[in-house]
């Protein structure tokens, strides 16, 4: 799997938007971007994924590059229950890589009053 | 919908000990991967079952063994425990193994003394 690449940490305004950016240059065609989170002394929790259009859901929008080699997960509205790691993932699916997740360390995001 | 359940939810063993860690995954769901989580080393992939095969393994010592039952629940072993297996052991089951998301239970606190 690609190694990824984050920013350590982050804070962002209770209210305001959040992006996270995340870097993957060494993507290969067939792997996709996944993003999970994970609230402290909990399991993560699956947010989003693609593989090259821009995807959103109830919880964020996903933001990929044109070439592949970044993106961006945005929390349009974020509140204090979002300070949590997040964590970008890219991974081939299917074929003998199976379901297994390689986690790097992620970006710890504190949402402040 | 249940979601994944893991048993028990704290164990305290001694050095030298053996321990098994229960999974029972989404009704439906037909992989259930097993990753460790310490402050040192974050999450590590263990191994994945799919349909009673382990398909998948991560680098761990043959200390470490798993295996899945008919009805998809899934039983982790760790024989002759050491100080360094204390950690957060978190399962995540998942429909198949194409692009679904997986979806992690809350994990089993080992601590070994």
């Known amino acids: 799997d690609a190694k990824t690449t984050q920013p350590t940490s982050m804070d962002c305004a209770e209210g305001r938007a959040a992006n996270l950016p995340c870097n993957h240059s060494t993507i290969s065609g067939n792997e996709y971007v996944y993003w999970y989170r994970q609230i402290h002394s909990q399991g993560p929790q699956y947010i989003i994924h693609g593989l090259k259009n821009n995807e959103t859901n109830e919880m964020a929008s996903l933001i990929i590059t044109e070439d592949r080699k970044s993106s961006t997960l945005i929390l349009p509205h974020a509140t204090l229950r979002d300070t949590a790691v997040y964590y970008c993932i890219v991974r081939v699916v299917g074929g003998a890589a199976g379901n297994k997740l390689t986690f790097g360390g992620g970006t710890r995001v504190l949402v402040k009053p | 919908k249940a979601g994944v359940t893991q048993t028990p939810r704290y164990l305290i063993k001694t050095r030298g000990q053996q321990v098994t860690l229960s999974c029972s995954p989404i009704s439906g769901h037909r992989s259930v991967s097993w990753y460790q989580q310490t402050p040192g080393q974050g999450l590590q992939f263990l191994f994945e079952?799919?349909?009673?095969?382990?398909?998948n393994k991560g680098n761990f010592p043959g200390r470490f063994s798993g295996r899945q039952f008919s009805n998809s629940r899934s039983e982790m072993n760790v024989s002759t425990l050491e100080l360094g297996d204390s950690a957060l052991y978190l399962c995540?089951?998942?429909?198949?193994?194409?692009?679904?998301?997986?979806?992690f239970g809350p994990g089993t606190r080992l601590t070994v003394t």
């Open positions: 079952y799919f349909s009673e095969t382990q398909r």
């Open positions: 995540a089951s998942s429909p198949l193994a194409g692009v679904d998301e997986q979806y």
